[in-house]
């Protein structure tokens, strides 16, 4: 019995789950801020300290990583995005093209992941193979980033909670 899990089903499913849920969470923070009366731009520009990344570029890195993620286990060209979203309506625009980019792809393309080669632009010199990428960089990476703009948001007072992160389960009853 074959109990691994597919790599498509934690790349291309789990994070076209989890980009939806940000979606999701950053209209509740866009509510939020109409409610009172707080202009968007404060909470995308919002850090949780000093030194950290505000909403915004969470945002852009969880995109770009899960499309990163994707597209170099499985030797494909990686849509650029140029960075320069401001607005809530753009935010969630980035978030749909990179679901888009996701959601053409197979499970089969990703039968030789393991063969794949991640060179560090921040570690230069530095390489992981296809899993050592997948297992403690990319995964760990996306989820870093998706729930410190989660947390950004909750901090700031948007109700928002556990089953909002998680997104979409597909419970049954068997």
Same mark, same amino acid.
């Given at each position: 019995?074959?109990?691994?899990?597919?790599?498509?089903?934690?790349?291309?499913?789990?994070?076209?789950?989890?980009?939806?849920?940000?979606?999701?969470?950053?209209?509740?923070?866009?509510?939020?801020?109409?409610?009172?009366?707080?202009?968007?731009?404060?909470?995308?520009?919002?850090? /949780?300290?000093?030194?950290?990344?505000?909403?915004?570029?969470?945002?852009?890195?969880?995109?770009?990583?899960?499309?990163?993620?994707?597209?170099?286990?499985?030797?494909?060209?990686?849509?650029?995005?140029?960075?320069?979203?401001?607005?809530?309506?753009?935010?969630?625009?980035?978030?749909?093209?990179?679901?888009?980019?996701?959601?053409?792809?197979?499970?089969?393309?990703?039968?030789?992941?393991?063969?794949?080669?991640?060179?560090?632009?921040?570690?230069?010199?530095?390489?992981?193979?296809?899993?050592?990428?997948?297992?403690?960089?990319?995964?760990?990476?996306?989820?870093?980033?998706?729930?410190?703009?989660?947390?950004? /948001?909750?901090?700031?007072?948007?109700?928002?909670?556990?089953?909002?992160? /998680?997104?979409?389960?597909?419970?049954?009853?068997?």
């Amino acid at each position: 019995m074959n109990t691994s899990v597919p790599v498509y089903d934690i790349t291309v499913g789990q994070f076209i789950t989890t980009l939806t849920a940000l979606k999701d969470v950053l209209r509740k923070g866009k509510e939020f801020a109409e409610a009172k009366k707080i202009d968007m731009s404060v909470l995308l520009q919002t850090r /949780l300290v000093p030194d950290q990344f505000p909403l915004s570029r969470q945002i852009q890195i969880a995109t770009d990583t899960a499309k990163g993620c994707v597209g170099r286990l499985i030797n494909e060209d990686i849509p650029v995005f140029e960075d320069t979203e401001q607005t809530y309506e753009q935010f969630v625009q980035r978030i749909d093209k990179t679901i888009t980019f996701l959601q053409k792809f197979k499970p089969e393309q990703f039968k030789d992941y393991e063969k794949a080669i991640y060179a560090s632009k921040h570690k230069p010199g530095m390489k992981l193979g296809g899993k050592s990428f997948l297992v403690q960089y990319a995964i760990p990476n996306f989820y870093f980033h998706v729930t410190t703009a989660y947390t950004i /948001l909750r901090v700031s007072g948007v109700t928002i909670g556990k089953g909002d992160f /998680l997104g979409k389960i597909n419970w049954t009853t068997e």
